[in-house]
Every structure is written in structure tokens, then in C-alpha cells.
């Protein structure tokens, strides 16, 4: 079965590396007693280059450096982030880092592949992340990730996927907000 769940993770990552994904998502997190939380947002993503829109704040990332537009204080700060910095923002290079570091299993039904991902470290603080991902077309080999739940002690963040469509478009990943006052610490 690992040779299958390589096949699915790496035409998954193969895809992202090569086609453009645009989807809208909606980021859950739920506190054990307490009521969930959620935010909405959007991304554009070609390998590791992406746009995100979330949280009041525009991102972008175009291979070498971070534009992060703060739109309340009309402010757009410039640096150039170590790999590990983009995990938050880039799940593709989360998803790598990830299974890497862990204990993969994976189990298919319904046209659906459930991907865990248990942390080999248990000082991660990651107690598990489970990964849905279908596939485009029947009988393909390419595959579009529907949610990620990651589980953190008595915390679970969902991200749901929705409207995930890949193109061939060329994007540049580099924010110009006119007028923004530029905080470039790179």
C-alpha cells in the first residue's frame, strides 16, 4: 500500500509543481470546550509561489521574497523568509515537510484517499494531520486536495478546500498596493 500512497502524494505534489491551483478555503479551529472559529480566505499557488488572501492581510511569494500587505494599516512589508517560515502560509511545502517527518498511512474509498500523517518526533507538538484528496477525473492519476485537519493536544484546525481548479494561467506573485508605506527587511 506505501507504493500507492507515494503514487497519490506525489502526483499531488507533481501537479502543484506544474499547474497553477486557484481555490477559495475556509480555515477552521475548535478548542476542545469551546465554539469553533473560523476564517475565510483564498489562494493562488504554482509550486512554491503563491497569493493568499486571509485574515485582513494579502500575501505573496515569489520564489525569493514575502510581500505581506496589511490592508487597516495600508503598510507592505518586503523579506526573504527561511523555508520553514512558508510552511503556514504554503501548504505544499507543508505537505513535503510533513512527509518527511512522519509516519504516512493511507486508505481509499469511494474515490476518496485518506492520507494520515502521524509526527515520528512526538515533541512536534503535532499529534496527527489527516489529508482527503480525490481525484480530478475518474481513473486519472492526478489529485485535488478536498480538507486537511491537523490535531494539536485539544485543538483541531480544518482547512477545507473549495472551488480547487488548476489552469496553465501565469501569475506574478508580487504585491504593488499603491500608496502602501514599505517596511522592506530584507
Known sequence: MKIILLTVLQSLFALLGQKTMTTDFTITVQQQASQPISYTGTMTMHGEQFTLEAFGTQAAYDGQTLYM????ANELTLSSPARSELYEANPLLFAKAMAD???VT???AKDVT?????PKDASAGIDKITMKVK???????DYAPTTITLKEGQQTTTVLFRNLKYNNEL????????GAFINDIR
Open 114 to 118: 485518506t492520507i494520515t500523517l502521524v
Open 101 to 103: 517527518a512522519c509516519t
Open 69 to 72: 500587505y496589511n490592508i487597516d
Open 171 to 178: 501569475h506574478e506573485y508580487i504585491l504593488k498596493p499603491e
Open 135 to 141: 481525484p480530478l477525473t475518474t481513473g486519472k492519476q
Open 106 to 108: 493511507e486508505s481509499t
